[in-house]
């Protein structure tokens, strides 16, 4: 009786009218929902929090590939405006995990963002795509069928690996040579287990990932959750190298056909650097751009009520 109460109840705030053959609901709690959608991949587990509130979803891609949606914690308190729709890609986290790598590709990952959109009843839409999720994000809203997107919001996109890996190198050249001998020797050798190169990782994680110290406990678990088979399939080993399927990733020809509002937003020394959101932003017609000080790539964590506040604004303009 209490999950069939929660249902009513989030379908009297006529936002969300899910498809009841597609999802399966495993917990509620007050404005609390739980459960999984049923994909062409798999089932992928979703949360939504804010189920009473009534101004327009906002909808979570996570980075990675391969990682989860824990680390989207802190966006939590946007759900006193507006439901916040948590998921975990195919692969991930709480989801199916099939073993056919085909299945981790763009396209169906971009498929995918449209079945949980359209099994959650999200006829309108805010969406948030972090790092690889940015990438998807543009995929997606450049794809048919991809309407009532209220706004988009780049968060520390990867738009192109060519230029990520470019800004990745650039970054390296700035630190210790010790730290570029240790990276040049492992991907030289195919070695990317040993001390060294570990602590040449760890250093620049400190730098370009996250600068708080010591990392949020939800940041350690999202890395220890990370599907390593989808990010070696996806990406390759290294930050610095692309080897995977997203080795030719390219969307900014793509962001030129987007027509919704967009903001990018990124840290002042973000692995998606500064200069380059401001290439992708001067591409995407009418789009804005916000940079944090004295944060990197994981913004709403190091700075939190800062970017919640360019977040709110943005979506306050658009509603």
């Not at 949606?69 to 890609?89: G, K, T």
């Not at 991907?187 to 760890?202: F, L, N, P, Q, R």
Request: hydrophobic share 35%; net charge negative.
């Amino acid at each position: 009786m209490l999950i069939r109460a929660a249902v009513l109840h989030l379908h009297s705030c006529d936002i969300m009218k899910y498809d009841r053959s597609k999802v399966k609901i495993t917990k509620t709690e007050q404005d609390i929902l739980e459960g999984f959608v049923r994909t062409s991949g798999g089932q992928v587990w979703f949360k939504i929090v804010g189920t009473d509130k009534e101004k327009t979803p906002f909808l979570l891609l996570h980075g990675g590939p391969g990682a989860c949606h824990d680390y989207f914690e802190p966006l939590i308190a946007l759900s006193d405006e507006r439901p916040v729709i948590f998921y975990d890609q195919l692969g991930c986290g709480n989801s199916d995990k099939p073993d056919d790598m085909s299945l981790y590709s763009v396209e169906n990952y971009v498929k995918e963002v449209g079945e949980v959109r359209d099994a959650l009843g999200l006829s309108e839409v805010y969406i948030l795509g972090q790092s690889w999720g940015g990438g998807l994000m543009a995929a997606y809203a450049s794809s048919k069928g991809a309407d009532g997107i209220k706004g988009l919001i780049f968060s520390s996109p990867l738009i192109s690996t060519d230029k990520w890996i470019f800004d990745q190198k650039s970054y390296l050249s700035e630190l210790p040579e010790y730290i570029q001998k240790s990276v040049r020797i492992a991907e030289e050798t195919g070695v990317y287990d040993s001390a060294d190169y570990k602590k040449a990782m760890d250093e620049y994680y400190r730098l370009h990932i996250c600068r708080l110290s010591p990392w949020p406990q939800i940041l350690v678990e999202s890395f220890e959750k990370t599907s390593i088979a989808v990010y070696m399939h996806m990406w390759g080993p290294s930050e610095f190298t692309c080897t995977g399927t997203l080795k030719s990733f390219d969307m900014t020809k793509n962001l030129k056909t987007i027509s919704q509002p967009a903001l990018f937003l990124c840290g002042e020394y973000d692995e998606a650097k500064p200069q380059t959101m401001k290439y992708f932003k001067n591409i995407l017609p009418g789009s804005k751009l916000a940079i944090i000080s004295d944060a990197s790539h994981m913004t709403h964590l190091e700075k939190t009520d800062e970017s919640l506040n360019v977040l709110r604004k943005f979506m306050r303009a658009c509603d």
